[in-house]
């Protein structure tokens, strides 16, 4: 059974392009989530909380900032950068079935996290681990996640109605794909190549 979750691990993709749109199966959603939220957490505060968009219009909205976003960054770019970037597409808004927005809520567990008090961004390190089982899961299950980082918190925050304390951490695009590439996109696109395990490693001290 471990050689199975090795290649799930290996086979997880940041997909953008190979969204077909198709439906999700019955039941796969709630399975996927139930991964997400069985995630560990700082004091098991379960300090996150997953709005899933299926509305076209709210997808197209955001669309249309993160594309706002993309122009931002690319016009910080020259020469070859600048020419690798245009060739790399950066979501899978509108293609994928649907998107699922993580949320971090700092006071979920308090006013005394157990674990917390020392590392304050324990609770977002969690949330992160929630994201991790969440693209787990998808990718078990045949499905395909993309993590759109191009836009501003705020936007999405209010695009969705998310209260003031509550953070956005992530939207991830969800379905069907008609493949997960060999090699992630942008290493296929020359952006930067995989760092060796062995130029991470260190032992006993940095």
């Given at each position: ?47 996150w909380d ?32 600048a020419e ?83 953070r956005p ?38």
């Amino acid at each position: 059974m471990s050689g199975l979750l090795y290649d799930v691990i290996h086979r997880r993709r940041d997909v953008r392009g190979e969204f077909t749109g198709e439906p999700l199966a019955d039941g796969v959603l709630e399975k996927v989530l139930t991964a997400a939220h069985a995630a560990p957490s700082v004091g098991l505060s379960q300090p996150w909380d997953f709005v899933v968009i299926r509305d076209r219009a709210v997808r197209a909205d955001f669309h249309r900032h993160v594309h706002e976003e993309r122009e931002v960054f690319a016009s910080t770019l020259t020469g070859e950068a600048a020419e690798k970037f245009a060739r790399i597409k950066i979501d899978g808004i509108l293609e994928s079935t649907l998107s699922i927005v993580v949320t971090y809520d700092p006071e979920r567990g308090g006013p005394a996290v157990l674990g917390r008090h020392a590392i304050a961004d324990a609770g977002l390190y969690s949330v992160c681990l929630a994201v991790q089982n969440l693209w787990l899961a998808a990718t078990a299950e045949e499905l395909g996640v993309g993590w759109v980082s191009f836009y501003r918190e705020e936007f999405l925050r209010k695009l969705l109605g998310i209260p003031e304390r509550i953070r956005p951490v992530a939207w991830l695009c969800l379905g069907p794909v008609s493949r997960l590439q060999d090699v992630p996109d942008l290493e296929r696109h020359g952006w930067r190549e995989r760092r060796p395990l062995a130029a991470a490693l260190h032992q006993d001290r940095w």
